[in-house]
């Protein structure tokens, strides 16, 4: 059922860090409404201030108990193992309370690239491969998730992440513009982790605002969920229409065939990717 390939994003979706002045009570709606149709996975972190927010909208529908929640953490690579173990319990500590979750499913662990000191380490592969293994040993070893996965900026990232063992699945931003995680996506499917792609829209960009119809508007989201390795795409959307597009596009993702081809035109571009769509 592709509707289970759908992750709800939370950055944004209510009032909370980014937007401390929206209305919460569409996005509220669209979130309840979204669970009613049966999307299960959540993505959410205690910064962005929505978690309350999220509560609000499983509550209103209904309490379903089978939410999967990926809560996002992000730390310096540099930091010691202490400061790991006391940034990771209280993340998924305040998450299991912000929303009333009795089980975390995912902590979803990348790099802070500001709070990082030391600039070599976010391009030092050792450095890196050590940071995964060090944040997955901590989380699965504190009882509170199941998994931990591994969020990567980079493709050195990325690879640093599939290289550690304990690291469960994978996640980055992946549209059509910015694609390089398919250059991995075969290798993580082979390896039997699942992959997030964290906005499929661009933060909005990506919506084609002159299609005449919701298949069109929403072809960037139909793009990403048309690679077989996508298992689910994290998605924002604050109002009750904007997830009946979503709902409907997920149900009609690309043929992986076109997938492949616009991802062969793409690695073939002679220029810079930038901001280009496929
Ligand atoms: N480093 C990280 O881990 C990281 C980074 C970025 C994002 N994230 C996560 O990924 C989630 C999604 O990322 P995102 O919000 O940046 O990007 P996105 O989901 O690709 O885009 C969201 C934007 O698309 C708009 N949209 C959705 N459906 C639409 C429709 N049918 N018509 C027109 N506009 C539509 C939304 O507008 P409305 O809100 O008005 O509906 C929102 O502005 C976030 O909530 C967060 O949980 C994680």
Redesign the pocket.
Known sequence: MTIRRL???????AAGRQHPDKDSA??IA?FADALRAGVRMV???PK?GTQPAARQAWEAAGCPTDVMHLI?V?LAVDVSMAQTKTAISDVLESSARNLRADRLHAL?V?VDLRRTADRARLVDYGALTAFYERCAETANACGLVDYTFG?A?SPGQLTAALATDAIAGA?A?Y?STEAWPAVFLDRIAASGRPFIA??????????D?DATD?HS??R??RWVLGHPAVTA???????R??????LD?AQHPLTVQQVRDDLRYWLAAPVAHGNRPI
């Open positions: 992750c709800l994003g939370t950055s944004t979706f569409p996005g669209a993505h959410s972190a962005y996002k992000e979803v990348g969020y900026h996640a931003q549209n964290i906005a499929p829209l661009r933060r909005g960009r990506l919506v605002h919701a508007r929403l960037a989201l795409a994290a998605l924002t959307v604050s109002s229409a904007h997830l009946a597009e979503a596009a």
